[in-house]
């Protein structure tokens, strides 16, 4: 059954920026210079990397993923977090109220980020099409089994459906790590 | 069913010397300083720690476990492997051939250690009495469930028996962060 092997994607730390965060960091008026369009359609790696300076630790160069988005948003994994000396939840994308903090530093200055840092909960994308087909639907969690050495099965994967995303399986590198995954890797919804 | 739960037992990264490497690292004569005892009886956490030397990075102050042993041994996650450059295999405990190599820096010396660097493939120590009564024998592969948000299933965790074995589940810390567990969690064996 193809149709329920999903790919990988695996997203090391990375932020998303506001607008008016963007010039903070990179001068007024800054716009993002593209390099790499990533697995949905219409998002990309940009050029601009970011430092994340922590309580413990300062991680250098974050790439910054585009377009700009209505609110920063900061995604690190566990063990960044702890490099960094700061204990972020797992969240959803976009759902940021009360999450943590921190220090944004850019060419051109520096932000406190009052929240916005969240450990990306494992989520599926999948276009509209796509969920009909799975009899999936948005905002249901499955569970995605990948085999060889380091199998495991993946609980809880939030599933997230629009007309506007394709397939693809976003996990970050301590996921990737523990299941022994690379890029581009197939698993398989076993619901 | 309280015989299937199994509390987890975090490994950082670590090392295992030889009393030849101990002795080129730390001087000739030296001996392990126990400082903390591990779940399993008789090993301990040393106070000497040893600096990893990759091919991109070296890792510093990295603890030493003892007692020693017949071979030198170093366990990493695949984190710390991308860290320093090197690719190291997931073995089973003292399966070292062919594996990859690394320099060690201690207070006295260096070793270029031509294999010995492995992930540890995760595994469930078990003392005799509690493998008979869970029906699992040495060097079966059984699966291990833990709930919570980043809920997962572990495939192939790897039984080992000893009557010199105290029941733990290890894991490293790639493995832990991706399921969202701290040291005394505990998981449930579902085969």
Do not use: C, W
């Amino acid at each position: 059954m193809t149709e329920n092997l999903v790919p990988v994607g695996i997203y090391n730390r990375h932020l998303h920026l506001s607008q008016a965060d963007l010039e903070l960091l990179f001068g007024a008026g800054h716009q993002l210079t593209p390099t790499k369009p990533l697995s949905q359609p219409g998002q990309y790696a940009a050029e601009e990397v970011v430092n994340l300076i922590g309580f413990k630790n300062t991680i250098k160069k974050v790439r910054v993923l585009g377009p700009v988005r209505e609110k920063t948003q900061v995604e690190i994994s566990r063990t960044d977090s702890f490099m960094l000396g700061i204990n972020p939840s797992v969240r959803d994308s976009g759902d940021l109220n009360g999450t943590t903090g921190i220090i944004l530093e850019g060419p051109k200055g520096q932000i406190e980020l009052k929240e916005g840092v969240i450990i990306a909960q494992r989520h599926l994308h999948l276009h509209t099409d796509e969920a009909a087909q799975l009899d999936v639907v948005d905002k249901q969690l499955i569970a995605v089994k990948f085999s060889g050495e380091r199998g495991l099965i993946f609980d809880r994967v939030l599933v997230r459906v629009n007309p506007k995303f394709a397939k693809d399986l976003h996990i970050d590198t301590d996921e990737a790590n523990a299941a022994g995954l690379v890029n581009g890797a197939f698993g398989e919804i076993v619901k």
